[in-house]
């Protein structure tokens, strides 16, 4: 396969010359952006708005140049991302939108609306097939990114505590995915109830078309012969009493992480764009973010996720890691020396899903780094 190209820049400015938010877009200009047919059409711009109490989020300000290049090319663009399944700040649409507005997403600093894909509660979905998925047959996508004609990832690159490192390909497998498909892509098995949170509303057996919540003495119970794990239960609970094991292994998960990115990207115009920025060692959903690891890289650009993903990590690895971080907390690295990643969260495997993102093929880890 043909090496994929990558475009690069640094964070470096010079007084009185272009601010980063101009660097950008000349970054994605310059990566072949305008290739796209963008006139007219509903253009997705996929991120994270932050946890409340994590600010190494991507500022408003980059979102804010992506959209203007976005409608300089004739597109309509708007901010998404899926409700989460955890218990937090974003687990419903309105809270969603509380927490983008609070750490500073709004159309007046991004130039464009918000919409959540998945809806008020995280179950307006759509089944899209996946073409060889070994692990997922058919995802559960939110329904605003599917209902997009165009579809651009804009992604915080930094550790994970589960995937190793969330780049491109979680941002987009795991974000794009509504509750039920972030409980398919983290579970092995199905979910349960916690019989001192239940309230015995019935809700969860109101949702389920196959009749698996019981509720006895007040208090309900999945019978998991009946349950087909669809996650329905998980979104409509008001007091998150149906929970899920995660107990899916490393491995499966960033290969399920691949095969929900190869359904949101198969078959339309994509573009993706990482910066690595304030690369703290664990995810932007958690309510608090540690020191950066490595100094700050640059941003980069490319049609080819998987080549996007191999760049950045590849470019974190090539840093020294910065002293006092998690990667001096975690010692001499030994085993997994130069995979900063690896080190600081060594049970994880962020290498099985690059390759398994390869095999199924939406995207090459070969690639030509080009510098801007």
Known sequence: MEKAKVYYTDFRTVAFGDGLPTKLKKLIKKAGIGQMDMDGKFVAIKMHFGELGNISFLRPNYARAVVDVVKELGGKPFLTDCNTLYVGGRKNALDHLDSAMLNGFNPMTTGCQILIADGLKGNDEVEVPVAGGEYVKNAKIGRAVMDADVFISLTH?????????????????MGCGCRAGKMEQHNAGKPHVAEKLCIGCGQCREICAHGAPIITDGKAVIDHDRCVGCGRCIAVCPKNAVQVNCDETTTNLNRKIAEYTKAVVDGRPCFHISLVIDVSPNCDC??????????????FASFDPVALDMACVDAVNAQTPLRGSAVEDAGAETEHEHDHFRHIHPDTN?????????KIGIGTREYELIRI
């Open 157 to 173: 690159f930094k550790g994970h505590e589960e995937a190793g490192f969330g780049g491109c390909l979680k941002n987009i497998g």
């Open 286 to 299: 958690r309510s608090e973010n540690d020191m950066p690891i490595v100094p700050n890289v640059g941003m």
């Open 350 to 358: 962020w290498r099985s899903c690059l390759e398994h993102g390869e």
